[in-house]
């Protein structure tokens, strides 16, 4: 389960932005074809802040739809796959636009 490793991450990276403070909230971003299962993530979280400055926090994860651009078409298209064909045509030459995206996009911490 490397999303235990993610969500270690995740409030490393928090911790050093908090400089100490309590983070209050966080926002994550999660795409769709990033291959990390965001209900894992969530249940992670609880036990890996345990004991830090994140413990209690609200964690928002928000989902970026997978979204490509068909180099044969010229169409923009949704994915639900790394390797997803084009919606109007059937090419596999689609370019991936969103939905790999993982990162902390916001923290809000107590003054």
Same mark, same amino acid.
Request: some cysteine; overall charge negative; proline content about 2%.
């Given at each position: 389960?490397?999303?235990?490793?993610?969500?270690?991450?995740?409030?490393?990276? *928090?911790?050093?932005?908090?400089?100490?403070? !309590?983070?209050?909230?966080?926002?994550?971003?999660?795409?769709?074809?990033?291959?990390?299962?965001?209900?894992?993530?969530?249940? *992670?979280?609880?036990? *890996?802040? !345990?004991?830090?400055?994140?413990?209690?926090?609200?964690?928002?994860?928000?989902?970026?739809?997978?979204?490509?651009?068909?180099?044969?078409?010229?169409?923009?298209?949704?994915?639900?796959?790394?390797?997803?064909?084009?919606?109007?045509?059937?090419?596999?030459?689609?370019?991936?636009?969103?939905?790999?995206?993982?990162?902390?996009?916001?923290?809000?911490?107590?003054?």
């Amino acid at each position: 389960m490397h999303e235990l490793s993610i969500t270690q991450g995740i409030i490393d990276i *928090c911790e050093k932005h908090a400089s100490g403070k !309590r983070v209050l909230s966080l926002d994550v971003e999660i795409g769709d074809l990033s291959g990390v299962v965001p209900d894992a993530i969530e249940f *992670c979280f609880e036990a *890996c802040s !345990r004991g830090t400055t994140l413990e209690g926090a609200h964690l928002n994860i928000i989902r970026i739809p997978g979204k490509g651009h068909c180099q044969d078409c010229g169409a923009d298209t949704e994915l639900t796959t790394i390797f997803g064909t084009c919606s109007h045509c059937g090419s596999y030459l689609v370019t991936i636009e969103t939905g790999e995206e993982m990162r902390v996009k916001e923290i809000e911490v107590d003054e």
